[in-house]
């Protein structure tokens, strides 16, 4: 089972080399938009002193770390799978014995993500230099990162997967993907802290599971959150993976027995 | 009249081809209309805590929304889907095909595939732009207002010369394919004026993949904040955009030999 694991890691380790230099090129998309609103925040934050609070200094903080975690608790199982299920090359995957998502999907998922960690290194101790933030980072709570970004990740690749899988119904799932990313900009801090959300927004946002994926993992490493916080977040990821998990399975086996394989 | 007939020919298909996907396509235009409520409900986020954002106002970051918008039609009606069609006529070599039409390749690879329903999208992004003009307490002269809308065009004009560039290079260095990548990457950053960002983000997209000419450059002349050289000269930047990529294009095209071969 694990050697299956470490063969196809490897696999798509060398794989994914390959084409280093289209991995910059989508390393731009996790880049862009945290530095837009960085700049954005940081605007108003110097004209004004602070908003709510938060100073420029603090908004360069946290987008500076929100970079880093983005990138390892993202999923991006519709851009690798989704064609499969619409050209019908996914047939080919389910003669074989490993499941194509739980084990193909996930490793992929992986191992372009840790070449982006890779790529992201430099340049962002460029942006290091250049915004100069300041962390106050301690042991404990990088410890207690692992766990938190490693559920946080799984949370969205079942989500993820979930909404891929809805191609079997309608061919087509970007729309929903796009849709879900959407509401993930703002409800999980991608667009600005929580705090600063109107009301009933942060109502819906500590309600709803997506800030689990990013904004916990962000906070807990600035060193903003207590233990007895960190402990029952990380219990709501758990409770979230597995409600996702389920999720998962039901619309993958249904969706198969719908799959006709298109062309057959 | 030979082109129009082509463009409707092409039209006809794509529609075709669309209505197989009906319901991604009325998905499509149900996230649409709530991604723009989502955006508006994020431009009042900002403007809850602020009364401007780098001088600007919260309709003027509505109209940059519109243009905003318009641009991002321009390239998923045209310039996604048509460079994925491209790279496959590259790689496979049904590229040999295109050529051999008696019309002009440029054109025929900018139309051959045309997601439809995108145009939906364009309605939403003209009533962004006619609400924030009418909205703020800027006077606009016609002029500007003129100056504002050849400048859109140019601004647009500029992004698919870029396009077409980009693409063209394909038939020089094989691997290049996914150049197209980050013109998508900076799209994000035409969402606010330019102003707001730090130098190095600003000469960017103003220089190397010109989102900001697009979309900042255009509200600017609304603002009235540009003189008639520099209105002039950003309108004489994409007649040569336009010019200067057609001449890499055709000169590429001279390169291409066919996937076989």
């Keep these: 089972m694990f050697a299956i694991y470490k063969q196809m890691w490897l696999v798509n380790w060398a794989e994914q080399w390959q084409y280093r230099a289209n991995l910059l090129m989508y390393l731009a998309f996790w880049l862009v938009s945290p530095i837009v609103y960085l700049a954005v925040w940081t605007t108003i934050a110097s004209a004004q002193g602070n908003i709510n609070g938060l100073t420029a200094p603090d908004f360069v903080a946290y987008y500076m770390m929100l970079l880093i975690v983005d990138i390892a608790t993202s999923d991006i199982t519709i851009h690798i799978f989704a064609y499969k299920i619409m050209d019908g090359s996914l047939s080919n995957e389910l003669v074989l014995p490993i499941h194509p998502v739980l084990q193909k999907v996930l490793v992929n998922n992986l191992a372009f993500k840790a070449l982006q960690m890779l790529a992201l290194v430099p340049i962002w101790l460029i942006l290091y230099v250049l915004y100069q933030p300041v962390f106050s980072i301690t042991a404990v709570n990088v410890l207690l990162a692992i766990p938190a970004i490693a559920f946080g990740f799984l949370l969205q690749f079942f989500a993820g997967t979930t909404i891929t899988c809805i191609s079997f119904w309608t061919t087509r799932a970007w729309s929903i993907s796009d849709f879900y990313s959407n509401i993930f900009r703002l409800m999980a801090g991608q667009f600005v802290p929580l705090a600063l959300l109107p009301a009933f927004m942060q109502t819906a946002s500590q309600l709803l599971p997506f800030r689990l994926a990013l904004y916990f993992p962000v906070q807990l490493l600035l060193g903003k959150l207590s233990i007895e916080e960190t402990m029952l977040n990380i219990g709501l990821q758990m409770v979230w993976c597995v409600i996702l998990f389920m999720l998962f399975r039901v619309v993958w086996r249904t969706g198969l027995k719908k799959y006709s394989a298109v062309g057959a | ?261």
């Excluded at chain 2, 870029?162 to 969402?191: E, P, Q, Y």
């Design chain 2, 1 to 261: 009249m030979f082109i129009l007939k082509l463009l409707s020919t092409y039209l006809k298909v794509n529609l075709q081809q669309d209505l197989a996907y009906r319901a991604d396509a009325i998905v499509n235009m149900v996230m649409s209309i709530i991604g723009t409520g989502w955006d508006l409900l994020g431009l009042s986020i900002i403007f809850a805590n602020t009364k401007e954002i780098g001088g600007w106002g919260p309709s003027e970051l509505i109209a940059l929304m519109g243009v905003w918008r318009l641009v991002n039609v321009m390239m998923a009606t045209i310039v996604w889907p048509n460079t994925e069609k491209f790279n496959t006529g590259v790689r496979d070599g049904s590229l040999d095909y295109t050529f051999l039409q008696p019309v002009n390749s440029q054109l025929l690879i900018s139309i051959t595939r045309i997601v439809i329903w995108r145009a939906f999208d364009l309605a939403i992004a003209v009533i962004l732009i006619i609400v924030g003009m009418t909205g703020g307490n800027v006077v606009t002269s016609p002029v500007q207002i003129v100056a504002f809308l050849a400048l859109t065009i140019s601004g647009a004009a500029i992004i698919y010369s870029l396009w077409i560039t980009l693409i063209s290079l394909t038939f020089w260095f094989t691997k290049f394919d996914n150049s197209v990548t980050i013109m998508a990457a900076l799209m994000d950053a035409g969402r606010y004026p330019a102003q707001v960002y730090p130098y190095w983000l600003r000469a960017l997209i103003t220089f190397v993949i010109p989102i900001a000419v697009a979309t900042t450059v255009p509200l600017q002349a609304l603002r009235g904040e540009l003189v008639d050289l520099q209105i002039l000269g950003f309108l004489a930047i994409g007649v040569a955009a336009v010019i200067v990529s057609s001449r890499v294009w055709k000169a590429g095209v001279r390169r291409y030999s066919g996937a076989s071969s």
